[in-house]
Each structure stands twice: as structure tokens, then as C-alpha cells.
């Protein structure tokens, strides 16, 4: 059963509890089916038993109940003990009313609606735009020959790609080739190819940090793929142990299992923490022994908010100790300041990839046709933004700013308050988006929840949802140590709207531990 969820077996004596609650399978939903014969094709029984095996908790049942809980409130807006539901359950900036960067949507608009950039309206066009936004829209438009409608090129847009090797090229001081380079609906998008092209059998296993963000469980369920787990270091703001690499890759290999990758996030999601210079600089040095091929996700890069832990690309310390081993690296623009999640752009860089492979990735890109071409146009302003003398430069710096800086003050003020709070710790936010809080749960409400026959997080965040409307995540989608309790909340909400967010939280944690204790 264990292989059918995607987990390497030599783990589940260790920590079983954890392992159910990654992936959970529809079996006992089979089971109580009629067993008399279907009128469709299409069954439960009969559907690809690898999709029904994945689990996604950031959108499992604690964000249904709360689209459900919404749509109550839009019919009796009195109904419940809260007047709105606060979805801290996914990086979501937009939803919770981060304002997009002007420069961006002007582009975008001058892009969608031609017309405005004719001779006949120019005129009017300049009296409403900025002039560099005009030309950056022209420019782009020349890539796609007027028609951003049209497909593009299977790897994305060529002009865009070359500005995205210079970005990396600038960021880490080495070059970037613009052919190793391919835009992608999204970052999960790329992951997932990447992983379709590592998983050739059931016996293969990428190795995946708990916790860990469900994409990756979920998309090795899917290949029908063994998940392999390590654990990060909780007490070392979410370090990663070289000592942990080397146990899970010695448990997975003595069982059998082909070991072929290692999954770094980087900054960490859930757990906001960030690795260190020297940290990367073991894993790479591991993976290069050891002969794993490296996915680091890469997508919270510019979220750093302590001196201590500045991101360092795992392309720069590849580079820097010119080493041979395999990287992948993946970048969005769903996160960071731009927070243009809808839009769906993003892309991978391989590096000391087999050019055969890079070919079969160019075929996997084709049978998809293109990336989003919107989503690729936010990509090369992303990576080139306005420059200073532009006429929009101080306009956009200033909103970056704006954002970074309220989001920081958010990160801390909610670690602040969980650290404030009676049976909770929570680490600083080193980057990301969001908090993972500790919770130690009094133990009549853990014997209350495993008796209803639920997990005592999921029941925790569940009673949280209907109490206070706020949705997060409880840590046992994203994997835990055994015998811990966690929840992931992003801290996006309004700044304007924190102190009632926070104090909507306090009320109902401190009357949870009251009632239990």
C-alpha cells in the first residue's frame, strides 16, 4: 500500500502516522460503493488509481469547507460568529488584496488591448500610460508579432529567455545560457515535468524535505514514484541535516529503491526558513557524490527578511565550486513582490544537463505547445524591471518596497504573537510567506480527535475555521516529526486587518487550551 502512495517503505516503521497523512487513498471510498455494476465507463474502480491516490492539502478539506462557509455568509451574512473568511491557507497575495504592480498591469493592458498603441489613439494612449510602459508593451509585442493570442515557441519566447539568463547572470555572478533556459506555465509546471522525466519506473524515489510542499508528494503519487523523506532541522531554523540526507538515502537504497533526486525549497515552504551559504555548499557537495540530480525550488528568492539568512541560488554555489552535478532550478512569478499567482508564468534553468535529455525536454514542452504568454510577459518583467531614468522606475521600486516592507512587518508581528501564546512556538520567517507553528495540543483533545477518527491538527484547524473563518493548513499535509503538531498560515492578510486577524486567532486558541486542559 505504501508504494501506492508514493512513500519508500523503509520509513513507515519510523514514522507511520506521518506517512498516512501525506497521501491518503479513496480506497475506503471504494469499498463502501455498491457493488452491483456501473452504467459508466468512468468509475472509481476504473479511473487511473495513481490520480486517486494524490492528495493537495493547501486545497484539501479545510479551504472546501471554507469556500462553503463563504458561500453561506454571501446568503446569510449573519449566520455565522465571523463576518468574512480569511484564506491564509495559500500564497495567495492578490486574494488578500496585495495590489499588483502598476508598471506590470500597464504593459499587460497595452499588450491585450492593441488598439491603444495605432497612430489614431496614440496620442491619447501617452496621456494615460508612461512612455516606457508604451515601449516595453511595443517591444514585447514585436516578440509575438503583434498577436499575444498566438502560440509562442515550445521553450517560451526567446527575447524573454535571453533577459532571464542575464538575470541569473547578475544575480550570482556566473553566466546563464538563455538554451538551458525554458519558460513554464508556473513553477509547478516545471517541477512536474522535470519529475516526469526522472520517474521511468515505480522503483524510482526523489528524495523530499518534511515538511514539505504537497506538489511534490503529490506528483510522485501520480508517477506512481516513492517519495523518499528527510526531515529538517526545527530547532536550527529549518537547517538541513547532512547526517538526515545520508540516513533516508541509506534506508531508501539498502530497501531497494533507485534514489535518483533530491528536492531542496529554498526558501522554505512551509516552514520559512532559509538555508545557509555553507549548507548548500554540503548538499551540493552530497548530491555530486552521491549522484542525485538537484530540483531547487527557488521560487520565494527576493522574500528574505533577516541580514542573517540571505538567499544564495544553488546555481551560484554549483558554479562557484565547480561542481558536476545535475540542477534544476525553478523561479515564479506567483511569489516575491510581483504575486501574479493567475497568470501562471514561470520557468527552470538545467545546468549540467545531458544534451540528449535537454531534447527530450524540448519534446515534452512541444506536446504542451507553449507557456502562457501572458504569464511569460510577466516573467520578463520580473526579471527586468524598469531601469533608473526610467519613467517608471521610482513608481515601481516604490511599490516593491511598499509590499516588502509590510510584508516583513507582517512576518514578525505573527510570529510574535504564536510565540505570545500558551502551548505554541513558532521560528521567525527567514522567507517565504508563511509561519509553521508548533502547537502542542492538550492530550484530552488529541484522545477527543483520534477517537472521531480525525487527525488532532487537521480537527485543530478545522474547529479554528469555524470559529474564527480563518483557513490554514494543517502540518500533517506536509508531513511532521511523529507526535508533533504544526498548521502553515500565511501572514498576507491586510496590515490594516492584522490586529483583528490576530486577535480572532488568540481568542480561539486560548479558549481551545482552556477548555482542554
Keep these: 500500500m505504501f ?54 492539502a493547501v486545497r484539501g478539506a479545510i479551504p472546501i469547507r471554507a469556500e462553503e462557509l463563504g458561500a453561506q455568509l454571501k446568503k446569510q451574512p449573519n449566520s455565522l460568529p465571523f463576518s468574512k473568511i480569511t484564506p491564509c491557507n495559500i500564497g495567495n497575495p492578490q486574494q488578500l488584496n496585495q495590489k499588483p504592480l502598476t508598471f506590470l498591469r500597464q504593459v499587460s493592458a ?79 509546471g516545471a517541477v512536474e515535468r522535470v519529475l516526469d522525466i526522472l520517474v521511468s519506473n515505480p522503483n524510482v524515489g526523489v528524495m523530499i524535505p518534511i515538511p514539505q510542499y504537497p506538489l511534490y508528494t503529490a506528483t510522485l503519487a501520480h508517477l506512481n514514484a516513492q517519495a523518499v523523506p528527510y526531515y529538517l532541522q526545527e530547532e536550527s531554523d529549518w537547517q538541513l541535516s547532512i547526517d538526515d540526507l545520508k540516513r533516508a538515502l541509506a534506508e531508501a537504497r539498502s530497501q531497494g529503491t533507485d534514489v535518483r533526486a533530491l528536492a531542496v525549497i529554498n526558501p522554505g515552504n ?78 527552470y534553468e538545467a545546468v549540467n544537463i545531458d544534451e540528449q535529455i535537454m531534447g527530450q525536454l524540448m519534446k515534452m514542452a512541444s506536446v504542451s505547445l507553449c507557456p502562457n504568454v501572458q504569464g511569460q510577459m510577466a516573467v520578463d518583467i520580473m526579471v527586468n524591471p524598469p531601469q533608473p531614468g526610467d519613467a517608471s522606475y521610482e513608481q515601481y521600486q516604490s511599490e516593491v518596497s511598499a509590499i516588502y516592507e509590510s510584508m516583513k512587518r507582517r512576518a514578525k508581528k505573527l510570529a510574535a504573537a504564536f510565540n505570545s501564546l500558551p502551548n505554541m512556538s513558532c521560528n521567525d520567517a527567514q522567507g517565504a510567506m508563511y509561519l509553521f507553528p508548533r502547537v502542542e495540543l492538550p492530550q484530552a483533545f488529541v484522545d477527543e480527535a483520534v477517537a472521531r477518527g480525525q487527525q488532532p491538527d487537521a480537527a485543530y484547524c478545522m474547529q479554528m475555521l469555524e470559529a474564527t473563518g480563518i483557513s490554514v493548513v494543517p502540518g500533517s499535509g506536509f508531513g511532521q516529526v511523529p507526535g508533533t503538531f504544526h498548521f502553515r498560515s500565511t501572514f498576507l492578510p491586510p496590515e490594516e486587518l492584522f490586529d483583528e486577524f490576530i486577535d480572532g486567532f488568540r481568542h480561539f486558541h486560548e479558549g481551545l487550551i482552556k477548555r482542554y486542559s
Design 3 to 56: 508504494r501506492l502512495l508514493g512513500i519508500h517503505r523503509a520509513t513507515t516503521a519510523r514514522a507511520p502516522a506521518m506517512l498516512r497523512r501525506l497521501l491518503s487513498s479513496s480506497v475506503e471510498t471504494m469499498q463502501q460503493e455498491d457493488s452491483t455494476t456501473h452504467s459508466k465507463v468512468l468509475t472509481l474502480e476504473t479511473m487511473n488509481p495513481n490520480v486517486r491516490t494524490m492528495e493537495y
Design 270 to 347: 512551509p516552514t520559512g526558513g532559509c538555508l545557509l551559504e555553507n549548507n548548500i555548499a554540503e548538499i551540493v557537495k552530497f548530491c555530486e557524490q552521491e549522484k542525485l540530480v538537484i530540483l531547487a525550488d527557488e521560487v520565494y528568492q527576493t522574500n528574505i527578511y533577516t541580514g542573517t539568512n540571505p538567499f544564495v541560488s544553488f546555481k551560484k554555489v554549483v558554479s562557484k565550486l565547480g561542481s558536476s552535478v545535475e540542477l534544476f532550478s525553478f523561479h515564479s512569478i506567483s511569489k516575491g513582490m510581483i504575486g501574479e499567482c493567475g497568470r501562471r508564468g514561470g520557468y
Design 110 to 188: 497595452l499588450m491585450e488591448y492593441t488598439d491603444l498603441l495605432s497612430p489614431e489613439m496614440i496620442d491619447g494612449t501617452r496621456k494615460l500610460f508612461p512612455e516606457d510602459a508604451i515601449e516595453r508593451a511595443k517591444r514585447n509585442l514585436s516578440y509575438v508579432n503583434n498577436a499575444v493570442g498566438a502560440y509562442t515557441q515550445s521553450l517560451g519566447i526567446q527575447e524573454i529567455r535571453e533577459n532571464v539568463a542575464r538575470f541569473i547572470a547578475n544575480r550570482d555572478g556566473y553566466p546563464a545560457d538563455a538554451n538551458q533556459i525554458c519558460l513554464t506555465t508556473g513553477a509547478s
